[in-house]
């Protein structure tokens, strides 16, 4: 008895509707074949069917969720998402969602807004920029505007290694981020991961999830002054730094051009109970679909960033690459 390969289904994971149905002609009994047009940085729900010689009815595979990642071999990881920011104008809306509105978060007074002048690529780098008078894409003229965008609707991920090579504004009400939060659950009982804060002239790297009482953040934090890294390079503010997130099932690293900046022991992190009772781990991979989407973005002022000196603006922070890496995508 043969069993010959008739076609197969595929479908974006988040997409509703019927699944595409592609027939193939498989007169040579091949047991391969090559599925174009995806695009890249997304899941695919794939089934194969088959037929059974002398039998006209299929038999359908299990479905398989693949991701369109470029995969490239680096050691024992590979690449799962690589933003190069290689293109011209407005981010790629494929990839990046943007928050809209202002004081939406710590008292900030910047509206955060889906303009192009506010977010674009340029030279083979995200800009991200603080204006002050300016008008936001509600069409309404704001004291400051500036960008916060995320990846929540195309990647997540869990475990692996993230490097991002940035330019950070710095000054007097500043306050660049990257960030990670994880895709179920209120603040704090996601976990909430601060890869690079800048504020009030210090670095920071730090951990937050859930405490006894909702709304309430259990953190574990490190900071260095600007003063520590002008020390080893005068002109630390004028160039491009490389932030590095180390991520496994025991601990968390983050490090800045090498130095490690935080260690964070994932034997620690679990949730208090004060979100409807929960007690999972938020750094740790506890059930299908879970992972962190990636957040960068300008905020000013507020209850961190201190006074604005609208001297410094416009203020722009600038984004080179983001790129994870895994040693395997954990089931979506």
Request: hydrophobic share 30%; aromatic share 16%.
């Amino acid at each position: 008895m043969e069993v010959y390969i008739k076609g197969y289904t595929w479908k974006k994971k988040s997409a509703k509707g019927d699944p595409e149905i592609v027939y193939v002609d498989n007169s040579e009994k091949e047991t391969e074949f090559t599925l174009t047009g995806l695009e890249k940085h997304q899941t695919y729900t794939l089934t194969a069917f088959a037929q059974v010689e002398g039998n006209d009815s299929f038999t359908y595979s299990d479905p398989l969720d693949v991701f369109t990642g470029e995969v490239v071999v680096d050691g024992d990881y590979q690449l799962v998402f690589s933003e190069e920011f290689n293109g011209t104008g407005a981010p790629d809306p494929n990839i990046w969602s943007f928050e809209e509105g202002e004081y939406i978060r710590n008292h900030e007074p910047q509206f955060y807004s889906k303009s192009v002048e506010n977010a674009y690529q340029e030279d083979g780098c995200l800009h991200i920029v603080a204006r002050k008078n300016h008008m936001g894409s509600d069409g309404t003229v704001h004291n400051y505007t500036s960008a916060s965008m995320t990846t929540s609707k195309s990647f997540v991920w869990c475990y692996g290694r993230m490097e991002v090579r940035a330019k950070i504004p710095t000054g007097s009400g500043l306050w660049p981020a990257i960030w990670m939060v994880g895709n179920d659950y209120n603040w704090p009982s996601n976990g909430e991961l601060d890869v690079m804060e800048y504020y009030r002239e210090k670095i920071l790297a730090n951990a937050a999830w859930g405490s006894s009482k909702q709304w309430t953040a259990i953190w574990d934090s490190s900071s260095k002054p600007m003063s520590y890294f002008e020390a080893k390079n005068p002109n630390w503010r004028n160039e491009f730094h490389i932030w590095v997130t180390e991520w496994d099932e025991d601990y968390i690293r983050i490090f800045l051009d090498d130095e490690l900046l935080n260690e964070i022991d994932l034997n620690k992190t679990y949730n208090q109970g004060g979100y409807k009772g929960n007690t999972e781990n938020p750094f740790r991979y506890h059930k299908a679909g879970w992972g962190d989407y990636i957040w960068l973005n300008l905020a000013l002022g507020g209850d961190n960033g201190g006074t604005i000196d609208d001297s410094l603006l416009p203020a722009t922070y600038l984004v080179d690459y983001v790129r994870v890496y895994q040693k395997q995508r954990l089931p979506e």
